[in-house]
C-alpha cells in the first residue's frame, strides 16, 4: 500500500511528537530519581555498596554511574514504544484505505477488488473483504439468474399450455354449438380434444415432477440397488415398444453385475426419460444401447443409439428447461422439454453429473454416478463431441 504525501506527515509529525515526550518523560524519572537520592544517605549509601560488588569483564571493570545504565535501558524501551506507536498509526492508515476501498465497491464499482500487498492480520482482512464481496456478487448474479429462469419458465408454461388449451376450447366449442355434420365428426372433435388434454396432462406431470426433484431438501430413498438387474428390467418393459419401432434395445454390463447407492424410483425415471428420448428423436436409428461399467468409485451409464446426429449448438442446451432441438418440434413427438432436465437434476441430487456426445455415427447420454451416495462426484471435463 502506498501512503499520501499527507500520511507520510502525518506519521513523521507522530513520531516527532512520540520522541519528544519520551525524552520529557524519561528527563522527569531521572529527575525524581536523584532527588529521591539526594534526600536519603542510606540509599546512597546501598547504591555505592552494589556499584562496588558489581564487576563486568575480564578486567573487573566497575559501573560507577548508574545513570547511564538507567539511561541506556531507557533508550532501548523508548525505541520500543516509538516503533510500536509508528506501527499502530500505519495500520490505522491501512484500515483507514481499506474502509475507502470499500465505501468506493459499495458505490456501485462492484467489479472493483482490493489490490494491497500488505503483511499478516491486515492482509487477511484484504482477501477476506475481496472473497466477500466475489460471494456477494456471485449471489447477485445467482439471484438475477433465478429471476430471469421463473420469468422464462412462467413463459413456456404459458405458451405450451395455451396451445392445446386453445384446440381443446375450439373443438369442445364446435360440440357445444353443434356445428358439426355427421356423428363421425363429433367423435373426432371429441377425439382430438381427448388428445390436446392428455398432452396437457403430461406438461403438468413433468413441470411438477421437474420442480420436485429440483428441490434440494427432497430426500432420497437411498438403498443398494442391482444396476444391470434394473437395466435388463427396463429394457424388457420397453421391448414391445422397441418392437413398435424397428428397434432392438441391448444392454451391456460386463459378467458381473454392478452394486451402487441410489433412489431406485427417481434413477428409473432417468433411464425412462433417456429410453424415451432415443425413441422419440433417433431419427433413423436401429438400435438403442444401454452401457453401464464401474470405474473405481463411480459408475458410468451410457444410453446410446445410431440415430441422426444432434447438432454441435444443441449439444450444451440439451438439459435446459422446455429446450428442444428444432428438428424435434412436431406434432407426433410432442415432449415438454423437461424430460432432460428433469434427468439432469435427479442425478445431480445424487451426486453425480450428466452430458450429451453425437457424431454421424451414435449419440450417447453419459451419466457418472458415485458407487456410494455419500461421496459426491467432481465434475470431470467432459468430451462433448461435435
Same mark, same amino acid.
Given at each position: ?7 507520510? =506527515? ?7 511528537? &512520540? ?91 462492484? /467489479? ?5 500487498? *500488505?503483511?499478516?492480520?491486515?492482509? @487477511?482482512?484484504?482477501? =477476506? ?5 466475489? =460471494? ?5 448474479? !445467482? ?16 405458451? /405450451? ?5 386453445? $384446440? ?16 363421425? /365428426? ?44 434394473? *437395466? ?20 451391456? $454390463? ?14 428409473? @425415471? ?5 429410453? &424415451? ?15 453401464? !461399467? %464401474? @470405474? ?17 449448438? =444443441? ?17 407426433? &413427438?410432442?415432449?415438454?422439454? *423437461? ?17 450429451? %456426445? ?5 449419440? $450417447? ?14 465434475? &470431470? ?6
Amino acid at each position: 500500500m502506498k501512503l499520501t504525501g499527507r500520511e507520510k =506527515s502525518e506519521l513523521f509529525f507522530e513520531g516527532v511528537v &512520540t520522541v519528544i515526550l519520551l525524552l520529557l518523560l524519561n528527563l522527569s524519572i531521572v529527575v525524581l530519581i536523584n532527588s529521591a537520592i539526594a534526600h536519603n544517605p542510606g540509599l546512597q549509601s546501598g547504591i555505592f555498596q552494589i556499584k562496588r560488588s558489581i564487576m563486568i569483564g575480564p578486567n573487573n571493570y566497575q559501573l560507577w554511574s548508574y545513570e547511564n545504565i538507567f539511561i541506556a535501558l531507557m533508550v532501548i524501551a523508548d525505541g520500543f514504544v516509538l516503533y510500536w506507536r509508528l506501527i499502530r498509526r500505519y495500520k490505522q492508515m491501512q484500515l483507514r484505505h481499506i474502509i475507502s476501498e470499500l465505501h468506493y465497491i459499495a458505490a456501485g464499482h462492484f /467489479d472493483h477488488r482490493i489490490n494491497f500487498n *500488505l503483511t499478516g492480520d491486515t492482509q @487477511r482482512v484484504v482477501e =477476506s473483504v475481496n472473497a466477500l464481496v466475489d =460471494s456477494a456478487i456471485h449471489s447477485m448474479d !445467482e439471484e438475477r439468474e433465478i429471476e430471469h429462469s421463473k420469468d422464462a419458465l412462467i413463459t413456456n408454461v404459458s405458451h /405450451d399450455i395455451r396451445t392445446p388449451l386453445t $384446440s381443446i376450447i375450439g373443438y369442445l366449442g364446435l360440440i357445444e354449438n353443434q356445428q358439426y355434420q355427421s356423428e363421425d /365428426d363429433l367423435v373426432k372433435y371429441a377425439h382430438i380434444a381427448y388428445l390436446k388434454a392428455t398432452q396437457m396432462k403430461s406438461l403438468v406431470e413433468d413441470l411438477f415432477e421437474y420442480t420436485k426433484v429440483r428441490q434440494t431438501e427432497t430426500p432420497l430413498n437411498i438403498s443398494r440397488l442391482n444396476l444391470t438387474a434394473m *437395466l435388463e428390467q427396463l429394457a424388457a418393459s420397453f421391448e414391445l415398444e422397441a418392437n413398435k419401432k424397428h428397434l432392438t434395445l441391448e444392454v451391456e $454390463s460386463g459378467q458381473q453385475p454392478i452394486y451402487l447407492e441410489a433412489d431406485a424410483e427417481k434413477l428409473g @425415471r432417468v433411464f425412462n426419460n433417456l429410453i &424415451t428420448n432415443a425413441f422419440k428423436y433417433g431419427t433413423g436409428a436401429h438400435k438403442v444401447i444401454l452401457q453401464a !461399467e %464401474q @470405474r473405481g468409485e463411480e459408475v458410468v451409464i451410457h444410453v446410446t443409439n445410431d440415430g441422426q446426429r444432434i447438432p454441435a449448438d =444443441s449439444l450444451g442446451m440439451l438439459f435446459e428447461r422446455f429446450y428442444r432441438v428444432e428438428e424435434s418440434r412436431s406434432k407426433a &413427438t410432442g415432449g415438454s422439454g *423437461l424430460g432432460l432436465a428433469i434427468a439432469q437434476s435427479i442425478v445431480q441430487h445424487h451426486g453425480g453429473y450428466i452430458y450429451a %456426445q453425437s457424431d454421424d455415427a451414435l449419440t $450417447s447420454f453419459v451419466i457418472h454416478l458415485p458407487v456410494k451416495h455419500d461421496h459426491p462426484l467432481t465434475k &470431470t471435463a467432459q468430451k462433448v463431441s461435435n
